[in-house]
């Protein structure tokens, strides 16, 4: 599903060159729920942000479903980011004007394919599956961190992507919120067989991920099946 | 940029205005009204006042059209037969004689100079709304002989002392008081004074009119001698028309329009008036500009890492810029609304309370046109100042906004 090779990141700040990424090279199946660990600068996010079509590599390459994402037109790219890729931010990232129907709506309202009935009935049940349906009026600064990570979540998932990715989406969230997060992508996961990469620093997440990718210093370091996964 | 794009822009717009920092909102479309007024309230001013004297020119001066002698000529020799040429002619209304001389008016102590003009009573009543402003006694008739009418300000008031008056009066002239008048080429005679009037136009209220057989007997070249004529036109004929008929069918005097005559005499003033208002415009333009240039740079600034997210999640930035373009739509037409209430609001109060000096009383006179051309204006300026600082933030990449 998402071919990644010799992917390399390199920052340069004046005369100093930092290697965020160092020719990753990761191959991830459709319906894996993938755990990207590492300490702080290890490149997670970096990686993450290449994959999720928000950065440019210095250098290699990166397939997704078949397709050549680094090739697309910057225009191209924000559709293929529409219809095919769902992002779960740290922050949560809602637009804070819009309520929460309308955050999760606003997708699937750009989607061509998709009707008034259709995005109502989507974002509906999206809602539903979060349990936030009856909140579904309030606007983000009405919600709890927990709340407003599911709400970032629904709209992550309301256009059925083929692939969702979470940048340490539990980082803003206390122990019992978190598990709260994890178990939903965990569902979702299991029942919409959604591929998941997500990015985290803490080891207690890892119980969940079925693939864990470590990396360190841009380079991966291990990469394997987690037999303790849920 | 589909429907549906369209519709998520104007979608965020309208929230971002509805729940953001509303006072922003309502600053900004205050700021709109105010220099949608500021852009037009002078040059409406300015025009009020230029109307104003036209009107006042036409009704108590020249009328549409004046006939004047041929160059060289003091007076229209053959003034009955050219009066009757004139009244033939399509449309014109009437045409009348006037003749002025000047004389010393003495009442009680009070001795004073002014301009004695001869008029055709019943014809000036269809050129001139004279007869209208009567504000004591009655209006001259055809064969009066020995009445005048005069002049408000001329008449004076018996209450104000001379020394305290703002311009020479006769000191309280009233209905059937006696003036003496000495035309200075030896005719003097006593006038019962008939009508006092106020037309609001200097030139009329400083003026003393007598019927033309009494101007015949202070002066016998009033008998079939005219200093000039004026013409008023029936609706919907143009001045230009009866001037071009008049000269095309045998009127040999010198035939103005009102508009020749103002462009003589007040074009240098209406050239000013013309700059005046262009730089009222181009101020207000700037004004509005920069604060709308400044209100969206500051919300897409603020709104930097929001933009980049929403780009993240695959809105075009296309979007991102129109939903920022949106927003200042909806502020300018508020903003123009606000500013044509506060218009219309001022222009009513000047209809009812007009600014009145001894030369002129004027309003606010818009035109719809006025009205729509400097919205446009406003609007077009507006778009500009909003979608520039928009058209920037949106072509910003992911990771420099979303770092922000």
């Given at each position: 599903m998402i071919q990644i090779s010799d992917l390399t990141k390199i920052?340069?700040?004046?005369?100093?060159?930092?290697?965020?990424?160092?020719?990753?090279?990761?191959?991830?199946?459709?319906?894996?729920?993938?755990g990207i660990m590492g300490a702080s600068g290890s490149g997670k996010t970096t990686l993450l942000h290449m994959l999720g079509l928000l950065d440019d590599p210095t250098k290699g390459k990166i397939n997704i479903e078949g397709t050549d994402v680094l090739a697309l037109s910057d225009y191209e790219k924000t559709m293929f980011r529409l219809y095919k890729l769902g992002y779960v931010f740290q922050d949560y990232a809602l637009v804070p004007d819009l309520t929460v129907m309308e955050n999760v709506s606003l997708p699937a309202m750009l989607r061509k394919d998709r009707s008034e009935e259709q995005i109502r009935k989507d974002s509906d049940f999206v809602l539903e599956r979060i349990g936030l349906l009856d909140r579904c009026d309030h606007l983000p600064r009405e919600l709890s961190g927990g709340q407003q990570q599911r709400v970032s979540i629904a709209r992550a998932i309301v256009n059925k992507p083929d692939i969702l990715f979470a940048d340490e989406p539990c980082a803003n969230l206390d122990t019992e919120n978190s598990r709260m997060v994890l178990d939903l992508?965990?569902?979702?996961?299991?029942?919409?067989?959604?591929?998941?990469?997500?990015?985290?620093?803490e080891d207690w997440h890892k119980e969940y991920f079925h693939r864990i990718v470590r990396l360190k210093d841009g380079k991966v370091v291990s990469d394997g099946t987690n037999p303790s996964a849920h | 940029m589909g429907k549906k794009e369209l519709r998520v822009a104007f979608l965020l717009a309208l929230r971002s205005l509805q729940r953001g920092s509303r006072s922003s909102v309502i600053l900004t479309i205050l700021i709109i009204g105010m220099c949608f007024t500021n852009m037009i309230f002078l040059p409406g001013l300015f025009n009020g006042i230029g109307q104003s004297i036209t009107k006042q020119v036409v009704d108590y001066e020249i009328g549409n059209v004046l006939v004047s002698p041929k160059s060289g000529e003091r007076y229209i020799s053959d003034m009955d037969a050219t009066l009757d040429l004139i009244n033939g002619m399509p449309g014109v209304e009437r045409a009348t004689p006037h003749f002025s001389k000047g004389a010393t008016l003495?009442?009680?102590?009070?001795?004073?100079?002014?301009?004695?003009?001869?008029?055709?009573?019943?014809?000036?009543?269809?050129?001139?709304?004279?007869?209208?402003?009567?504000?004591?006694?009655?209006?001259?008739?055809?064969?009066?002989?020995?009445?005048?009418?005069?002049?408000?300000?001329?008449?004076?008031?018996?209450?104000?002392?001379?020394?305290?008056?703002?311009?020479a009066s006769l000191g309280g002239v009233r209905v059937g008081d006696s003036i003496?008048?000495?035309?200075?080429?030896?005719?003097?005679?006593?006038?019962?004074?008939?009508?006092?009037?106020?037309?609001?136009?200097?030139?009329?209220?400083?003026?003393?009119?007598?019927?033309?057989?009494?101007?015949?007997?202070?002066?016998?070249r009033a008998a079939d001698n005219a200093e000039y004529i004026t013409v008023k036109i029936k609706p919907g004929y143009s001045e230009k028309f009866v001037k071009d008929e008049l000269q095309q069918y045998g009127v040999s005097e010198k035939v103005q329009t009102t508009a020749d005559l103002l462009e003589k005499s007040m074009g240098r003033a209406l050239q000013s008036f013309a700059i005046i208002n262009m730089v009222s415009l181009i101020v207000g333009i700037i004004i509005t500009t920069v604060v709308l240039f400044i209100v969206i740079t500051?919300?897409?600034?603020?709104?930097?890492r929001q933009i980049g997210i929403l780009k993240a999640i695959g809105v075009d930035k296309e979007v991102i810029m129109h939903n920022y373009g949106f927003q200042v739509v909806i502020m300018s037409v508020l903003g123009i609304l606000f500013g044509l209430v506060l218009t219309l609001l001022m222009a009513a109060y000047l209809a009812a309370h007009p600014i009145v000096t001894p030369e002129?009383?004027?309003?606010?006179?818009?035109?719809?046109?006025?009205?729509?051309?400097?919205?446009?204006?406003l609007f077009a300026a507006?778009?500009?100042?909003?979608?520039?600082?928009?058209?920037?933030?949106?072509?910003?990449?992911?990771?420099?906004?979303?770092?922000?």
């Open positions: 920052y340069r700040m004046g005369t100093v060159e930092v290697r965020a990424l160092d020719g990753v090279t990761l191959d991830i199946a459709k319906g894996e729920f993938v992508f965990h569902d979702i996961n299991e029942e919409m067989k959604q591929t998941i990469v997500m990015v985290s620093h | 003495t009442y009680r102590k009070r001795v004073l100079g002014a301009t004695v003009r001869a008029i055709r009573p019943n014809d000036e009543k269809l050129i001139s709304p004279l007869y209208t402003k009567m504000v004591a006694g009655s209006y001259l008739g055809d064969a009066d002989t020995g009445e005048v009418i005069i002049g408000k300000p001329l008449a004076g008031d018996a209450s104000v002392k001379e020394k305290d008056e703002f311009q003496t008048m000495d035309y200075g080429n030896g005719y003097v005679k006593d006038y019962r004074v008939k009508g006092i009037f106020y037309t609001g136009w200097y030139q009329s209220d400083t003026a003393v009119y007598v019927s033309y057989t009494d101007m015949a007997l202070a002066d016998p500051i919300k897409t600034i603020n709104s930097r002129w009383s004027a309003t606010l006179y818009l035109t719809p046109w006025d009205l729509v051309q400097n919205s446009l204006i507006s778009l500009v100042a909003g979608y520039v600082p928009a058209y920037q933030v949106s072509r910003e990449d992911i990771q420099s906004a979303m770092r922000a």
